[in-house]
């Protein structure tokens, strides 16, 4: 018998949200390739590189919790749309600098801390539109579909972004995450929903909704586990990619290899969007959180095996893990905590998981000097690995049940 119920596509909010978020996604895949290597054509410094990613990573976690906040207050539509114009216009004259020669490390880093908290506005809003699009029953599919549209651009912008930066300079990559986020505004002012109650009675001031936010978020055992879980690994996994990654691939297969494993990564997430589409495990989340041990094998390969096809491979299967993972977090998040603080607990979510991520990026590249590349992204890949095993070994985790 075929099943002949709608699926997310059926519904007009949610493909305004699909394309807003898949265009912005081409120009994101660009933008952190194009800064790498246009840091590194400035000073040549992995050290240097860390503090403008890092400047940009605590805007990003010091805004978030205010973001949470500002999204489940405002219509998260309006929301989108004025942090896509503004994040276009960061990227613009970082762009500019770039291109004319002007770029200095502290004004990439003074523009990032401005990106950062743009970006910190937009995240919780995002996320928590989805269950406002589609019913309750489509959030698995409609998260899929969402994580497919984003890998898609990913490899779009990040193959292609990588030929372009190799080519003709990382100012244009820039230049195009710019055009990419006037574009998704445009999109996201085409997206109509309902109108939805307050979630805050008149008066109450943002420490008060803070709170709330908080006892929603620390309430849940499981939520918390693997925020500390991704605080670690993210630390571990972004500072070895986003610092050591660009150096490993200008000292071995080049600027426009960097970008054809990037998109290998994005590759596997397409992959493991695909899988979630169709597959529908009961204990989903602990399937995903005990594959995130497979994100060290991108980092070992980086320090053991820096070749073209093993980078792929190892970037591609790391990809498919983290997707599973992905999935199964969304839905568990926007099935299991209420609506009305959604965007609140996203936020604390992002705060915990992204808050050491600065640290990494800042560390790794005066380690490498001191210590080598080679040890540092197998410490880094070792931390991955304790961090997975800790957080799967949770009963609360794997008593989260999707549906």
Do not use: K
């Amino acid at each position: 018998m075929t099943d002949t119920s709608p699926g997310p596509l059926a519904f007009a909010p949610f493909r305004w949200l699909l394309a807003a978020r898949t265009t912005a996604i081409v120009g994101n895949a660009v933008a952190p390739i194009a800064l790498a290597f246009a840091v590194l054509d400035l000073t040549g410094s992995a050290a240097d590189l860390g503090v403008v990613v890092a400047a940009r990573s605590l805007a990003n976690v010091g805004m978030l919790l205010f973001g949470g906040v500002i999204a489940d207050r405002l219509p998260r539509n309006v929301v989108l749309v004025g942090a896509s114009l503004a994040a276009a216009a960061t990227q613009g004259l970082v762009a500019t600098l770039v291109l004319t020669g002007t770029a200095a490390v502290w004004s990439l880093a003074l523009l990032g801390i401005v990106n950062g908290a743009v970006a910190a506005v937009s995240l919780p809003a995002a996320a928590a539109l989805v269950p406002d699009t589609v019913p309750d029953a489509l959030l698995r599919p409609a998260n899929a579909w969402l994580r497919l549209g984003l890998n898609a651009g990913g490899i779009l912008g990040a193959s292609a972004g990588g030929a372009a930066i190799a080519l003709i300079g990382p100012g244009w990559g820039l230049a195009i995450d710019a055009a990419a986020f006037a574009v998704a505004a445009a999109l996201f002012s085409r997206l109509r929903l309902p109108p939805a109650p307050p979630p805050s009675a008149p008066g109450v001031s943002v420490l008060a909704d803070l709170r709330h936010g908080w006892r929603e978020f620390s309430s849940r055992r499981w939520i918390w586990i693997v925020v500390l879980q991704f605080a670690v690994l993210n630390a571990a996994f972004t500072g070895a990619t986003t610092v050591l990654g660009p150096l490993v691939a200008d000292e071995t297969f080049g600027r426009g290899g960097w970008g054809l494993v990037i998109a290998a990564q994005t590759g596997g997430f397409a992959v493991g969007a695909l899988l979630a589409l169709r597959w529908r495990p009961r204990r989903a989340l602990g399937i995903g959180v005990a594959a995130m041990a497979s994100a060290a094998l991108p980092v070992a390969t980086l320090a053991l095996a820096p070749t073209l096809p093993a980078l792929i491979a190892a970037f591609a299967l790391g990809g498919f893990a983290i997707e599973l993972f992905a999935i199964a977090w969304d839905q568990s998040l926007q099935a299991h905590v209420p609506r009305e603080a959604l965007s609140r607990v996203y936020s604390y979510d992002m705060v915990g998981s992204f808050i050491a991520v600065p640290l990494g990026e800042v560390v790794v590249g005066p380690l490498a000097h001191a210590a080598g590349t080679v040890p540092v992204l197998l410490g880094c890949a070792a931390v991955i690995v304790l961090a997975t095993a800790l957080a799967a070994a949770s009963r609360s985790v794997w008593s989260i049940r999707a549906g």
